[in-house]
C-alpha cells in the first residue's frame, strides 16, 4: 500500500521587508535590496551595549558609527573618502541584525559571522566599495571602532577607566570626547547627512581608486 507522500514544509523566511518596500534576504543580500535610508532608520533605533547604557535615551549604532568616521578621519586625516565611507558603514549590517556584544557573538561562532560578513559584503557593493577592505583600513575602522568603545564604555556602561582599557586600550590619538546622547530622529539624521558628504567627496575625487 502507498503512502501518501506529504507536501514539503514551506523554507522559513529569511528576508526581512524593510520600510522603503525592499525585502533583503539575510542568507543570500543582493546589493540591490540595500538602501541607506532603511540602514540609517535601523541603526538609529539599535543600542549599543544591549541597551546597559546610563540615562533616558539608549546611545545608538548609528551615533556610534558617525562617532568611528571621525575618530578614523582623526587617526589618518587625508584618508580618502571612500574608505572613511568604510567606516561610516562598518556596523552597516546590524541595521537587520542588531548589535550583539562581543561575548555574544564569540559564543555563537562562525554562523553568525558569515551571515554578519555577506551582509557587509553587499553593502559594500551597493556603495561602490570593494567586499573586503584592505587590511591597513580594516585595522584603522577597528582602532577608532575600539577608541569610541572606551568612551562609551566609561561615560555611559559603568565601566572603570582601567578596566576600559584593559578591554579596549588607550585611545590613543583620537581627541577626547564628551557624549550627549542623541534620540533616534537625531542619529538618523546625522547619519545620513554625514554618507551625503562623503558621497559627495567620493563623487568629486580627482582619483576615486587612490589607494589608501
Known amino acids: 500500500m502507498n503512502r501518501p507522500v506529504s507536501p514539503k514544509a ?15 534576504d ?5 546589493p540591490v535590496d540595500v538602501e541607506i535610508e532603511d540602514i540609517a532608520h535601523g541603526l538609529a533605533r539599535v543600542a549599543r551595549w544591549n541597551g546597559q547604557t546610563a540615562g533616558p535615551l539608549p546611545f545608538s549604532v548609528a551615533q556610534h558609527s558617525v562617532l568611528v568616521e571621525q575618530f578614523c578621519s582623526q587617526l589618518k586625516p587625508g584618508w580618502p573618502a571612500k574608505w572613511r565611507l568604510a567606516a561610516l558603514l562598518h556596523d552597516a549590517p546590524e541595521f537587520v541584525i542588531g548589535d550583539l556584544i562581543s561575548p555574544f557573538k564569540a559564543a555563537l561562532g562562525g554562523d553568525y559571522r558569515a551571515i554578519e560578513r555577506r551582509l557587509l559584503h553587499a553593502i559594500h557593493l551597493r556603495f561602490a566599495l570593494p567586499a573586503d577592505l584592505p587590511d591597513p583600513v580594516e585595522r584603522l575602522i577597528k582602532r577608532a571602532d575600539r577608541a569610541s568603545a572606551f568612551f562609551e564604555a566609561t ?38 547627512a554625514r554618507f551625503a558628504e562623503l558621497s559627495a567627496d567620493l563623487a568629486n575625487a580627482p582619483d576615486p581608486l587612490a589607494r589608501f
Open 10 to 24: 514551506a523554507p522559513p523566511r529569511a528576508w526581512q521587508r524593510m520600510l522603503s518596500g525592499r525585502r533583503l
Open 26 to 30: 539575510l542568507l543570500d543580500p543582493s
Open 155 to 192: 561615560q555611559l556602561a559603568g565601566f572603570a577607566a582601567e578596566e576600559a582599557r584593559k578591554f579596549f586600550g588607550e585611545p590613543a590619538g583620537v581627541a577626547p570626547v564628551r557624549l550627549s546622547v542623541m534620540t533616534s530622529e537625531a542619529a538618523q539624521a546625522a547619519y545620513l
